[in-house]
């Protein structure tokens, strides 16, 4: 139901930065919310930040202060900017989309972040 572009995605050193962006289209509903995911290997997706249509957004505590998202609405466009990034945010990242009152159901296919020396 809904297309997703990703791109950003790359190999990094500790304490440096990566911008993700995500595009989604040819959605049949109205797009509330955009947020990033992401997965480890071997763990579970989990919601990394969020951003709703009136610019509303929130974060995992434990990339507060070091990554931002932002979204440009008309154009379904979403960026995660990722700043001192550290080995633990090693994992493939996922954008999604979703309407509002409903839980994120729209995945895209996903790009890896490699964070290491």
């Known amino acids: 139901q809904v297309q997703f572009v990703e791109s950003g995605g790359g190999l990094v050193q500790p304490g440096g930065s990566l911008k993700l962006s995500c595009t989604a289209s040819?959605?049949?509903?109205?797009?509330?919310?955009m947020g990033w995911y992401r997965q480890a290997s071997g763990n579970q997706r989990d919601l990394v930040a969020e951003i709703t249509n009136d610019g509303t957004t929130i974060y995992t505590n434990s990339v507060k202060g070091r990554f931002t998202i932002s979204r440009d609405s008309d154009k379904n466009t979403v960026h995660l900017q990722m700043n001192s990034l550290k080995t633990e945010d090693t994992a493939t990242y996922y954008c999604?989309?979703?309407?509002?009152?409903?839980?994120?159901?729209?995945w895209g296919q996903g790009t890896q972040v490699t964070v290491s020396s």
């Open positions: 999604a989309a979703r309407r509002e009152g409903y839980e994120y159901k729209h």
């Open positions: 040819r959605s049949r509903f109205r797009i509330y919310a």
